[in-house]
């Protein structure tokens, strides 16, 4: 670690009543017991997520192979109406997809956050 890293490591500790660095360590390896598991509920989730993808993708190549098609045989390629509508929606649920990724990786540090936050907390009150 780098002096500037130990340096923001030892703020942490000392705003946590934690005198030194070994303590500090010691309370961060009993808060992450079960911090390297596998979120089910997070794997559900992106689970979910990556088949709709799948399911976008598979429909945006259908409209490409049907441009495609047509620019082969000579043809000005023509999305017709429905079509945009489908790229729009397709689009809006690419947007919306990554909004809800963002959340829930955003809810997981935050949960991750609190639970080493309360570690500390409970080291440096001698716990």
Do not use: C, W
Request: aromatic share 4%; proline share 1%; charged share 25%.
């Amino acid at each position: 670690m780098t002096e500037d890293e130990l340096a923001a490591f030892d703020q942490v500790l000392k705003r946590y009543g934690i005198e030194n660095r070994n303590d500090g360590l010691r309370a961060l390896m009993h808060a992450a017991d079960g911090l390297f598991v596998t979120d089910a509920e997070l794997k559900d989730e992106l689970h979910s997520h990556r088949v709709a993808l799948n399911r976008i993708g598979n429909n945006i190549s259908q409209i490409a192979k049907r441009l495609n098609e047509a620019k082969l045989k000579g043809l000005k390629p023509r999305i017709h109406q429905d079509d945009m509508a489908q790229i729009r929606g397709l689009a809006g649920m690419v947007m919306t997809f990554g909004d809800q990724l963002q959340g829930m990786i955003l809810q997981r540090r935050n949960g991750l956050a609190l639970r080493v936050s309360d570690a500390l907390r409970a080291f440096g009150n001698g716990s």
